[in-house]
């Protein structure tokens, strides 16, 4: 790893990641007949990369340019995506389930009761699945659709749930630079959760997984700073936005277990059932049935109205060699998964008993978020992109971790290049905890 962080550095990684990130943001602006445009942004993302992430560059210099990367390769051609769609035009049917079950809503029904087929959505969001199960129910937590209800007031198809995901993206972008506890920690993180590559063609899809994501990160940025009340906020808003989030909880009370005292730790876990319960209770109490054929069923059921068996992992393989009949054939998700999932913790338990760090942190739980995804009904390519997220983030995490008792102010930071000071190891910044 020292010889990873000479030769690549924080800045050699972002170059990577930006190059394939200018190639998908000219294609947009071509796809928009702004191919010059798309040119120049490209070229532009490059050179400020390689500008700003030269050796002896201030930290602030490198900030201004990740943000100006975001606004260039990210912001924009989304912005220019939502202007130009046409009235009543097809999208995702994600986020047109999230514009009728804010509807209805406001309409006083519950979006959780009845189907979808008679609503405005034209198009199969899936080329290799010929019936549209996404207008079977609302398969999303309920805050996915409280979240839209303030732009559904304006009654206007203009003013769909498309546009929250531009400053979902800022909010995604300041939870990423949350959990750095050092410079290059923090440029580390944005880096691979908002300019992976993976997460530009699902961010210019509306895949949603960044509004249960940014809450989350933020979530573990604010426990790792002392905020348990706001931490435990956090991740209830973001169980109440999608059931991924739970994919988080194992490994965290593990940590606040070990780490919090426990007033500190009835404060976050009272805070987060709070803020979730708030979300959640009464919609399951609306429906029971609803709420969890929707939010559950949906996802381990049978038959036309579930989750349709594809992807990469067992299940799809298992179809493509006609082990499985058809694509809505039962496969036993939830027994294979589990057993595996709780291998996969008790090894995960005991490794990060003995040595905790963020670095294992990331690693497990991209490993627990595989087992999960591959033993489903469905690999899709949000799903994988949740997963080498946080594989990525365990990357850097080691590729800028500071030495044990090693790291003090002025000390040189092999992952930002030669003349760049690592910060001060303090309370809020341990010694012994990586970067990220």
């Known amino acids: 790893m020292p010889l990873l962080r000479r030769s690549l550095g924080i800045g050699g990684l972002l170059l990577a990641l930006v190059v394939i990130d ?10 928009l007949g702004l191919q010059l445009v798309g040119y120049l942004v490209a070229a532009v993302g490059v050179l400020v990369t390689v500008v700003a992430f030269r050796d002896g560059t201030s930290n602030r210099i490198r900030l201004a340019a990740v943000g100006l990367l975001l606004l260039l390769l990210l912001f924009i051609p989304q912005l220019l995506l939502i202007v130009a769609q046409p009235p009543n035009a097809p999208i995702i049917d994600g986020a047109l389930l999230n514009d009728v079950a804010a509807d209805r809503l406001l309409s006083g029904h519950d979006p959780y009761v009845g189907d979808f087929l008679n609503t405005q959505m034209r198009t199969f969001y ?33 003013a769909n749930f498309s546009w929250l995901f531009l400053p979902a993206l800022v909010a995604l972008a300041m939870a990423a630079w949350s959990l750095g ?12 959760v908002t300019l992976n590559p993976l997460f530009e063609l699902d961010y210019y899809y509306l895949l949603n997984d960044l509004f249960f994501l940014a809450p989350a990160l933020a979530g573990i940025g604010m ?39 426990r007033r500190d730790l009835y404060r976050l876990s009272g805070a987060a059932a709070l803020v979730a319960g708030a979300i959640v209770l009464p919609f399951l109490a609306w429906d029971p049935g609803a709420f969890l054929a929707g939010t559950t ?31 809505w054939d039962s496969f036993p998700s939830a027994q294979i998964q589990l ?3 709780a291998i996969a913790l008790v090894l995960a338990f005991r490794d990060l008993r003995q040595t905790w760090s963020w670095t294992r942190f990331w690693a497990w739980l991209g490993l627990e978020s595989l087992i999960v995804f591959a033993f489903g009904r469905v690999l ?21 971790g ?24 303090t309370d809020d910044n341990p010694a012994h905890l990586p970067a990220v």
Do not use: W
């Open 22 to 31: 200018a190639i998908g943001a000219a294609i947009v602006f071509g796809l």
């Open 126 to 158: 899936i080329s290799d699945v010929p019936v549209n199960f996404g207008l079977a129910k609302f398969v999303y937590m309920p805050g996915m659709a409280l979240l839209d209800v303030p732009l559904r007031m304006f009654h206007s198809d203009r």
């Open 181 to 192: 506890r050092s410079a290059a920690g923090k440029l580390a993180a944005v880096a691979v």
């Open 223 to 261: 426990v790792r700073r002392g905020r348990p009340l706001v931490a435990g906020a956090l991740f209830g808003l973001s169980l109440g936005m999608k059931q991924q989030a739970v994919l988080f909880l194992p490994l965290l009370a593990l940590y606040c277990f070990q780490r919090l005292e």
């Open 297 to 327: 069923g949906f996802f381990y059921g049978s038959g036309v109205d579930s989750y349709p068996i594809r992807g990469l992992g067992l299940q799809g393989i298992l179809l493509d060699l006609g082990v499985i009949g058809n694509r």
């Open 339 to 341: 057993p595996l999932l």
């Open 380 to 400: 899709s390519p949000n799903y994988l992109d949740l997963v080498v997220t946080f594989f990525l983030l365990a990357f850097v995490s080691a590729l800028v």
């Open 402 to 425: 500071e030495t044990p008792d090693e790291a003090r102010v002025g000390d040189v930071h092999p992952a930002l290049g030669p003349g760049r000071p690592v910060e001060a190891v």
